[in-house]
Structures are given as C-alpha cells and as structure tokens.
C-alpha cells in the first residue's frame, strides 16, 4: 500500500484542520492506520491510531479530547481531525499503515509511511 497525506496549513490557536491520508491498492482494510508527528529537531511521535476494523482508537496524551481519527473504506481514506490546536502541535504529521496486531503507538511497527503534510499553529 502506498500513502499519500494532505490537509495540512496554516491555522491560528484554538483552530481546526482535518488531515486526509489516501491510500491506494485493494488491502487498506488489512492495515490499521496511524498518525505520528515530528516537530523540528524532536522525534518523530505518536498521535494516534485506529485498528483494521475501526472498532478500536487510541490517542496520546497531548492529544485526546481534541483530535479524532477516522477510517473510510470505500475510500481507501484515514482521517485525522485537530480541533483546539496549539502552537505545540506544529509539526509534520504523516500517516502509516500497520499490517499487525498491537503496539499501535510504536513507530517501528508500522510497515508503511507516507510523505508527511505540514500543520503550523500559530500562537
């Protein structure tokens, strides 16, 4: 599978974005989906995940209550909508693919990564 994110920009704090991350081929059902983030000069980390099913989400710290993953799979499309951003959330934000079970919150487990899109949140 192959991964393609968008929806990033510019937005003020307290604003809203919604990230896309499209994937082609016919086994995006048998990925669970992930979104990480990395700041300028900080690792790359986890924001949040949703299984292969949907039925299942999970959210750092610094983000629950504000930010909701989703999946779409007729459209082969994960989503990841950011409400009440802060200035700390400013980084790239990229989409990966899982094709196991657990650990959805550990960088190495993800097979799959796409380019990474740009969120900058201005104070």
């Known amino acids: 599978v192959q991964l393609q994110a968008c929806g990033g920009g510019l937005v003020q704090s307290g604003g809203s974005l919604r990230l896309s991350c499209a994937a082609d081929?016919?086994?995006?059902?048998?990925?669970?989906m992930g979104w990480f983030r990395q700041a300028p000069g900080k690792e790359r980390e986890f924001v949040s995940a949703?299984?292969?099913?949907?039925?299942?989400?999970y959210y750092s710290d610094s983000v629950k209550g504000r930010f909701t993953i989703a999946r779409d799979d007729a459209k082969n499309t994960v989503f990841l909508y950011m409400s009440g951003l802060k200035p700390e959330d400013t980084a790239v934000y990229y989409c990966?693919?899982?094709?196991?079970?657990?650990?959805?919150?550990?960088?190495?487990?993800?097979?799959?990564w796409g380019q990474g899109t740009l969120v900058t949140v201005s104070s």
């Open positions: 990966a693919a899982h094709s196991g079970r657990g650990a959805y919150d550990q960088l190495s487990r993800y097979d799959k």
């Open positions: 081929g016919r086994t995006f059902t048998y990925y669970a």
């Open positions: 949703i299984n292969f099913s949907g039925g299942r989400t």
